[in-house]
T-cell receptor, first 113, second 112 residues
Framework: EAGVVQSPRYKIIEKKQPVAFWCNPI?????LYWYLQNLGQGPELLIRYENEEAVDDSQLPKDRFSAERLKGVDSTLKIQPAELGDSAVYLC???????????FGPGTRLLVL | AQSVTQPDIHITVSEGASLELRCNYS??????LFWYVQSPGQGLQLLLK??????LVQGIKGFEAEFKRSQSSFNLRKPSVHWSDAAEYFCAVAGGSYIPTFGRGTSLIVHP
């Protein structure tokens, strides 16, 4: 069974540029999560989807971050414009349902110069 | 609010030695507790989880953890460490929403 797929794996951009990350969850998983992991820290939830609906986005900085999950499968996370402090690893995870084990992708490592 | 403390940033052990990684949590009710492992450049993999019942939880790769309510702890143990266990280990706590709050992690270094 394929795991959670994320792309790109690495991204280097200049500040003020836009950037987008893509996540393909495990087939059949209804719940999808985006996490932010700063260097030397544990992941922090940005947003959680139940199918197409964002049910928990209280930690998403909505002035520059946006996310979507069209058709309840793949998801994209966008930052526009990026700031130096956005340099981090962005992790995607999925689970069959809301209260089930989460499976994490390898993450996208973002460096903003 | 829930929180997790992993007091050790780094732990160094010799291959074959026993291991214990500490985790203390804060949560007002009975928590869900997790241990994840993250190898360099990889996502997090679930080692084990505690929901209820037996306070000694067995996980994958020979790991176990014990839930001690009186101490608000959920320490991870392994009787004999292998070089491949070198990685970052994260403890996490969740409440009814099942959204985990992670600790900052403990980096395990294994000497040959």
């Amino acid at each position: 069974e394929a795991g959670v797929v994320q792309s790109p794996r690495y991204k280097i951009i200049e500040k003020k540029q836009p950037v987008a990350f893509w996540c393909n969850p495990i087939s059949g998983h209804n719940t999808l999560y985006w996490y932010l992991q700063n260097l030397g820290q544990g992941p922090e939830l940005l947003i959680r989807y139940e199918n197409e609906e964002a049910v928990d986005d209280s930690q998403l900085p909505k002035d520059r971050f946006s996310a979507e999950r069209l058709k309840g499968v793949d998801s994209t996370l966008k930052i526009q414009p990026a700031e130096l402090g956005d340099s981090a690893v962005y992790l995607c995870a999925s689970s069959p349902g809301a209260q089930e084990t989460q499976y994490f992708g390898p993450g996208t490592r973002l460096l903003v110069l | 609010a829930q929180s997790v403390t992993q007091p050790d940033i780094h732990i160094t052990v010799s291959e074959g030695a026993s291991l214990e990684l500490r985790c203390n949590y804060s949560y007002g009710a009975t928590p869900y507790l997790f241990w994840y492992v993250q190898s360099p450049g990889q996502g997090l993999q679930l080692l084990l989880k505690y929901f209820s019942g037996d306070t000694l939880v067995q996980g994958i790769k020979g790991f176990e953890a014990e839930f001690k309510r009186s101490q608000s702890s959920f320490n991870l143990r392994k009787p004999s460490v292998h070089w491949s266990d070198a990685a970052e280990y994260f403890c996490a706590v969740a409440g009814g929403s099942y959204i985990p709050t992670f600790g900052r992690g403990t980096s395990l270094i294994v000497h040959p």
